[in-house]
């Protein structure tokens, strides 16, 4: 699949809180079926953003879209509109196990074959197995499968390959290229490795200062002068 028209645009986004602008007027459109990565030093306001767009901050000013739909509205009712998330901190609950977890996040019917083919896919653990004796890294691949079952316009990951060794990115990013149309889903992700980035991405806007310091297809973002220094000097 080749990533299309927009299917989510952001115009104008701008939070504060109290002092600290944490986005100023921010633009940003995921293409439909690709994937849009979101980078920037720590601070940059990143988090924020997927916060705003789904709705965790309320008093965010400007425009979100869906499919041409303005999306506003709680958390819980943009995710019904479509719209998916996983958190920067590991939020899964150690009492289930893998399978139970996967139904409650996905809060739809899904078969056993289905669980058992996504996780497979990501090489994550057995649908039979508790989370308690799941590691970090893994775990947070779990929420992903989790958030993709339930199958999304949208899904949004903050950093979601944090928690991984690092000698794990490279599958992880190969896995996460074929999401769009595997899935028929769009993604927009946040994430420090540029390698990563590099390889599954097919635009990218740069946050610095809660500002867009960059944006557009991945390669020439990535070699921006403008762009390696916000990153040096972080
Ligand atoms: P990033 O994810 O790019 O590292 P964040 O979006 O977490 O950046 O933070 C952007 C800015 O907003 C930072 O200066 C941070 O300290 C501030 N910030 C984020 N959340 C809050 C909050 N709940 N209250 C006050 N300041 C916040
Ligand atoms: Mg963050």
Known sequence: VTPGAPVLVVRGLSVRFGEVVALSSVDIEVPEHGVLGVIGPNGAGKSTLVDAITGFLPNAEGRVELDGRPLTGSPAKRARSGLRRTFQQDRVPPGLTVEAYLRFVARRRVSTAEIAEALDFF???????????VDVGARRLVEVVGHLLARPRVLLLDEPAAGLPHSEHVAFGERLRQVPARFG??????????????????????????????????????????????????
């Open 123 to 133: 090489g994550c653990p057995a649908a039979r197995i508790p989370l308690s004796q």
């Open 185 to 234: 889903v769009s993604v927009l992700l946040i994430e420090h490795d540029l390698d990563l980035v590099r390889s599954v991405c097919d635009t990218v806007t740069v946050l610095d200062f809660g500002r867009v310091l960059a944006a557009g297809p991945q390669a020439g973002v990535l070699a921006d002068p403008a762009v390696l220094k916000a990153y040096m000097g972080e």
